[in-house]
């Protein structure tokens, strides 16, 4: 009930523009009822408990007032001493129920204990996927210096009881090659990205920059790979904190970051390194904390740059300056571009097309439009003849290296 007051408040103005006032107070109380019938049974619980409690202190009085009586005059010598003996047990029935209380209330308390206990007992993903321990690895400090990606018959499968998601995947990926991934809903194209990172065992081997991921230590690997998801989280915390977590980097190069991204409003405050985020960065807009993930990511030099559907939530035009500056910051960066819209990736210098958990087509957008069997000529097509012949000229230009039209 409390989430879902939360969940109101935060969305009020979702809830009145679409007049869903009435599903939600229906839904409303239907939690408040469920909430109070619970706080009615704890209620009632605990009455019934105390009238226990109270009438077993009762008995007990009882029998010990009567047994005094009848046989205490031998045993007790004295009255001050039988009174007492009275007292204690009269007292005795506060004292069972505070006692009782309390080992329910720890017993209710130490299920944070006992959950903590489950986390603490939960296989470590280092164990189970980082295949790197006791082997060596040479590289530069400055791995990945060219960002190339070669995939050798890599297959993914999240379970071993369900069938491969991605199968057989044999590509290269080139220094400085901006790639972007097309394919319908559930093909695999996120695997792909899951694959890079190791996020899940995978069959055959992923080099970049000709080192096996399997030799590196998964905090490394990932370290080395920026990646801006659908829906970027933000810490609460300064901007500062955000960009930079571990405080390794000055002021000057953060600001610096922050510039080239553009991130700036209309006040000229959220650009500020002290501005307080909150929690999840809602007071960003979502293409705000695109902004920051990239601006992260060049404060990191990274040289390979993923976005998994980046642009899917934003608007157009936060969508080409998004994709803007990255062409203009990242241009010495290896970009992969997963997206379901089509003119996001258009001028990418090769779109892979994945299908099924199969790699069908690899090539230059412009070629692919050659082929009407094709599967990214389908794609386009199917969003109406005047996208398509926009589209292709676009692809045409950049296959010819004429410069960006808009
Ligand atoms: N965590 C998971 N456990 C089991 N199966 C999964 C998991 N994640 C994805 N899958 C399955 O893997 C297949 C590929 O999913 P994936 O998310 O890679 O597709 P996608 O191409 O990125 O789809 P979309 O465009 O909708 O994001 C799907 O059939 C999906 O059901």
């Known amino acids: 009930m409390l989430t879902h007051v939360n969940a109101t408040v935060q969305g009020i103005s979702t809830i009145r523009a679409l007049s869903g006032e009435d599903f939600v107070t229906k839904e409303f109380e239907n939690q408040q009822s469920i909430y109070n019938s619970n706080w009615l049974f704890y209620g009632s619980s605990s009455i019934a408990l105390s009238f226990f409690v109270d009438l077993t202190c009762f008995l007990f009085l009882s029998f010990t007032t009567i047994f005094l009586i009848l046989y205490g005059k031998d045993s007790i010598p004295n009255a001050g001493l039988l009174a007492m003996v009275l007292t204690q047990v009269v007292g005795l029935s506060a004292l069972v129920q505070f006692g009782i209380r309390e080992i329910i209330e720890t017993s209710t308390q130490l299920i944070a204990v006992e959950r903590i206990s489950r986390y ?63 394919g319908r809903t559930g093909a695999g194209k996120s695997s792909l990205i899951a694959a890079i990172f190791r996020l899940y065992p995978v069959e055959g081997k992923i080099e970049i920059d000709g080192i096996d991921t399997r030799d590196i230590p998964l905090t490394l690997l990932r370290s080395k790979i920026a990646i801006i998801p659908q829906n970027p989280v933000l810490f609460a915390g300064t901007l500062r904190q955000n960009l930079d977590p571990f405080g390794e980097y000055d002021d000057h190069v953060l600001n610096e ?90 001028d990418s210098d090769r779109i892979m097309v994945i299908e099924g958990g199969l790699l069908v087509e690899f090539d230059h957008p412009y070629v692919l439009l050659q082929n009407p069997d094709g599967i990214f000529f389908k794609m386009i097509y199917q969003n109406g003849n005047k996208d398509f012949e926009r589209l292709k000229i676009i692809a045409y230009r950049r296959y010819m290296g004429l410069n960006d039209i808009s």
């Open 120 to 182: 603490d007992d939960l296989e470590e993903e280092d164990k189970e996927l980082d295949e790197s321990e006791d082997k060596e690895y040479y590289m530069s400090p400055d791995w990945p210096n060219r960002g190339e990606i070669k995939f050798y018959n890599v297959s993914l499968r999240y379970d071993n009881i369900l069938p491969a998601v991605l199968r057989n995947l044999n590509f290269n990926i080139e220094s400085r090659e901006k790639i972007g991934i097309v």
């Open 257 to 346: 970051a922050i510039h080239a991204v553009e991130l700036k409003d209309s006040t000229n405050t959220i650009n500020d390194l002290d501005y307080q985020v909150i929690s999840g960065g809602t007071n960003y807009s979502v293409g705000q904390r695109q902004l920051i993930c990239l601006a992260r990511a060049l404060v990191r030099n990274n040289k390979i740059l993923i976005l998994d559907e980046a642009t899917a939530n934003v608007d157009f035009q936060t969508d080409d300056l998004i994709q803007n500056t990255i062409k203009k910051q990242f241009s010495h960066c290896t970009v992969l571009t997963v997206a379901h819209r089509l003119n996001t990736v258009i």
